[in-house]
């Protein structure tokens, strides 16, 4: 086990995880942007590297940066928390050549299942039912219209990158597929550096489940699912777990599924599939796979008492995984509200300000991930997610 691990992300993810690997003993090393320079996560560290400008282009993209970071301050380890670098294969490759630990499944998994067309042909593989769509990625608009005709409309165009919401369109007819997939894959480019598309049929009042797995190269487990269906512009506002709209049969079959397709690509530590669930037929569909820990992720930790953070590093460090699916067990019911600095008059847009006063709930079964604190000003340059209760 490695004894320092620096975390390569801001906001409460970086909290989360620091506060985590403190408590395991850990050193933990921080980097930030210069607009970040007093943020909390920079605080809770040991140690502290500014790696660039406010612009994550200029900072918390930088693989190359963050690289330099963990090596010049003795890191043995990089956790990458959600967003930014932490789906991209070339920076875990980049990470391991580095002589480096990178808390995560390997850079081929990243590979195979943090590409959406890449990662329905291994549910397909699996056994796995998914939604008709595209048949891996689409070459051009051409070959978009192609598939469209094929499935039927309308259709859902989906960045094979990234998540968040980036990169999606919903196209009614062959008009709005041709202006809209050009639209998808700058948004997904400028996001994740990849402006990949494939497309799916859209199925209507869908619910959005998905299921938390653990792996550690050579076994793997489900912690239960969550339903996230609640959400705005595409982002989940609302997370609970278990999905009370699920029978205890479907229940097993879904959960079942998943662990079969993480057994298929020897995934090694927390990952989330995502499906759509089908009320009317009681069917659901795998859409893709999330290759690092979600934002959601408490909901999970609070009915297992599983800490998938912990158990991310514990993996990374050699450890293998000792739970036993029978030992996983539901208790009660969960519910998650994310807290984001928006503009509800400016089409909920991230809202910079300072944070003049703040009081948070402390009860039995109450749980508070965040980032902010009396008097931080919230920069204009990141996602408005501030805290999760």
Not at 31 to 40: C, L, N, P, R, T
Not at 111 to 120: E, L, P, Q, T, Y
């Amino acid at each position: 086990m490695f004894d320092t691990v620096l975390i390569a992300n801001r906001g409460e993810i970086a909290c989360r995880v620091t506060e985590t690997a403190r408590a395991m003993g850990l050193r933990c090393i921080a980097v930030h942007s210069e607009a970040d320079a007093g943020a909390k996560h920079v605080a809770m560290a040991d140690e502290a590297v500014c790696i660039g400008g406010a612009a994550p282009s200029e900072s918390y993209l930088r693989g190359d940066r963050i690289i330099e970071a963990a090596l010049e301050t003795g890191a043995g380890a990089i956790h990458p928390g959600y967003g930014f670098l932490a789906e991209n294969a070339a920076f875990a490759d980049a990470v391991e050549a580095a002589g480096l630990i990178f808390v995560g499944p390997s850079a081929d998994t990243i590979r195979v299942m943090g590409d959406k067309a890449a990662a329905r042909a291994a549910a397909i593989a699996a056994g796995v039912p998914v939604v008709p769509g595209s048949d891996g990625r689409l070459a051009d608009v051409e070959a978009a219209v192609a598939a469209a005709e094929a499935v039927g409309y309308p259709v859902m165009i989906k960045a094979t990158a990234g998540g968040g919401g980036r990169g999606i369109r919903i196209a009614e007819n062959e008009a709005e597929l041709r202006k809209l997939a050009p639209q998808a894959a700058s948004e997904a480019e400028a996001a994740f550096g990849d402006g990949g598309l494939y497309l799916e049929r859209v199925i209507r009042d869908a619910r959005h489940i998905e299921v938390q797995i653990l792996g550690d190269g050579r076994h793997a487990i489900h912690c239960f699912e969550r339903e996230c269906s609640l959400q705005r512009r595409r982002q989940k506002v609302w997370e609970e777990a278990p999905a009370a709209c699920l029978d205890e049969a479907t229940r097993a079959e879904l959960c079942a599924s998943a662990v079969a397709l993480a057994r298929s690509v020897s995934y090694r530590g927390a990952g989330t599939l995502e499906y759509l669930y089908d009320d009317a037929a009681n069917r659901f569909y795998f859409i893709e796979m999330n290759t690092r820990i979600q934002v959601e992720h408490p909901v999970t930790e609070m009915v297992t008492g599983i800490d998938l953070v912990a158990w991310m590093i514990r993996i990374a460090g050699g450890e293998s995984l000792t739970i036993a699916q029978q030992d996983v067990r539901l208790h009660g019911h969960a519910i998650e509200v994310r807290i984001n600095a928006e503009d509800p008059a400016n089409s909920f847009m991230p809202f910079p300000g300072l944070v003049g006063a703040m009081s948070v709930p402390e009860a039995p079964h109450i749980r508070f991930d965040g980032m902010i604190y009396e008097g931080y000003q919230i920069p204009p340059f990141y996602d408005s997610l501030l805290a999760k209760l």
